[in-house]
């Protein structure tokens, strides 16, 4: 079935530093990439749609220039979170629909960042 | 406001017997459901969905079925196994509007016990 490859699955980094987070498809494109944070006990939150070829779409609330996106091709999408605060500190996931009969969401295994 | 609710953050259930796990939601306009299971420090593993022109879907174990009108839709377990302990989610989409992304429930943790 589809896979999306999401890593590194856990990082620690100092406050003030950035942090790269990729996730990949490995057997389907995907034009849009979805990124979702996770606080302890709260729901999945969508943070921005990423998609291919274009700017990415933020929620409110999430600071563009803060969680940087970028989806240069059809197989990978990119999330840096920029100068990190403790406050960053979540469980970070990727998504990507599939599209046509198979449709569906297929999730990346997250990324834990803690930032100290 | 959130838009899809799980209004129970617990349920424990005994082997064997069946889990019943509960999902509201406030926009008319989703026309597709999902459930998802995570376990601690792991992405959602898809488990079952449904379209919004029906009232049931069936998968081995897993039954989800959705009503329309109450807006509410349930994921039955039956029978639960120990495995089966998590963290639930239920979530909605409008795929065939402007929006592709999921709208999650805060999720419902089970505990089966043996």
């Known amino acids: 079935g589809a896979v999306v490859s999401q890593h590194p699955s856990r990082v620690i980094c100092k406050s003030g530093t950035s942090v790269k987070i990729e996730c990949r498809s490995l057997?389907?494109?995907?034009?849009?990439m979805f990124w979702y944070r996770q606080f302890p006990k709260q729901s999945l939150m969508l943070m921005a749609t990423s998609n291919e070829g274009s700017k990415a779409t933020y929620e409110q609330g999430v600071e563009k220039d803060k969680f940087l996106i970028n989806h240069a091709s059809l197989t990978l999408s990119t999330l840096t979170v920029t100068s990190a605060h403790p406050e960053d500190s979540s469980f970070y996931i990727c998504?990507?629909?599939?599209?046509?009969?198979?449709?569906?969401?297929?999730f990346g295994s997250g990324t834990r960042l803690t930032v100290v | 406001d959130q838009q899809v609710k799980q209004n129970s953050p617990s349920l424990s259930v005994q082997e064997g017997r069946i889990s019943i796990l509960n999902c509201d939601y406030t926009?008319?306009?989703?026309?597709?459901f999902l459930w998802y299971k995570k376990y601690p420090a792991e992405g959602p593993t898809f488990l079952i969905s449904i379209s919004s022109i029906k009232d049931k879907n069936e998968d081995g174990r897993f039954t989800v079925f959705l009503n329309k009108s109450a807006k509410h839709l349930s994921l039955h377990i039956v029978p639960s196994q120990p495995g089966d302990s998590a963290v639930y989610f239920c979530a909605a989409s409008n795929y065939g509007g402007s929006q592709g992304n999921l709208i999650f429930g805060k999720g419902t943790k089970l505990s089966v016990k043996p």
């Open positions: 998504s990507a629909i599939l599209g046509g009969p198979n449709y569906g969401y297929t």
């Open positions: 926009n008319s306009m989703f026309d597709y």
């Open positions: 057997d389907f494109q995907a034009t849009t």
